[in-house]
């Protein structure tokens, strides 16, 4: 189908894990981007990309990775989880050329115990 | 840095009436888009509604308009005639050159 997919919708790991949230679009957008939603936060910016490997911070990058091989899939690393990771993680993309509307997938529920 | 203010985190509707959302932004831009996303229990986020800021018409979608105020930087949403599947978190967003910026969010219940 075409879209936007994430996976796992839900994870659940221990801390100090490593944990990898997928994001993949079939538009062949150009930019996509990973927020955290947070309760009394709204959505907060992790990192985004331009294109295939670009990418740059976001307003709360610490403790993840980003990597974009490919245009299509843009995978989100906890390299050591925290308990305060636990969140709910949106993965958006959106083309150079629209009137800047991004599309986002269904979410990643993950918990850190 | 842009911000975003949404003042309202709960407010409550009954069915067929009309309800105004707030939201409140900061920014030295002059070009920019504002959006209203809905987000019911799903999860999933949903564009409502979008304005540009060169625009001095509100946009209007169906039930959903908006009144932008761009001298006084607001944005707010009003949902007329408002239906139970309205019933969601709405999360107002500024965006400039490539980011969006979230408010913290309003959760909407509309009863019968």
């Known amino acids: 189908d075409a879209g936007i997919t994430q996976s796992p919708r839900y994870k659940i790991t221990e801390t100090g894990r490593q944990v990898t949230l997928m994001c993949h679009q079939t538009w062949s957008h150009s930019y996509m981007f990973w927020y955290r939603q947070d309760l009394g936060h709204g959505l907060r910016l992790i990192y985004y990309?331009?294109?295939?490997?670009?990418?740059d911070k976001g307003e709360v990058p610490d403790g993840y990775v980003v990597s974009r091989s490919k245009t299509e899939n843009f995978p989100l690393t906890l390299e050591s989880a925290t308990r305060s990771q636990t969140s709910v993680y949106f993965c958006?993309?959106?083309?150079?050329?629209?009137?800047?509307?991004?599309?986002f997938g269904p979410g990643t529920r993950l918990t850190v115990t | 840095a842009q911000t975003v203010t949404q003042s309202q985190p709960e407010m409550s509707v009954q069915e067929a009436e009309t309800v105004t959302l707030s939201c409140t932004y900061d920014?030295?831009?002059?070009?920019?888009?504002l959006f209203w996303y809905k987000q019911p229990p799903s999860r999933q986020m949903i564009l409502v509604i979008r304005?540009?800021?060169?625009?001095?018409q509100n946009a209007t979608e169906n039930r959903f308009s908006v009144n932008f105020q761009k001298a006084a930087k607001s944005f707010s949403l009003k949902i007329s005639d408002s239906q139970l599947g309205d019933t969601a978190m709405y999360f107002c967003?500024?965006?400039?050159?490539?980011?969006?910026?979230f408010g913290t969010g309003t959760r909407l219940l509309v009863s019968p």
């Open positions: 990309s331009a294109a295939a490997d670009i990418t």
């Open positions: 958006a993309s959106t083309s150079r050329d629209s009137a800047y509307e991004q599309y």
């Open positions: 920014t030295s831009e002059s070009n920019y888009y």
């Open positions: 967003a500024f965006r400039g050159f490539q980011k969006l910026v």
């Open positions: 304005q540009e800021a060169y625009k001095q």
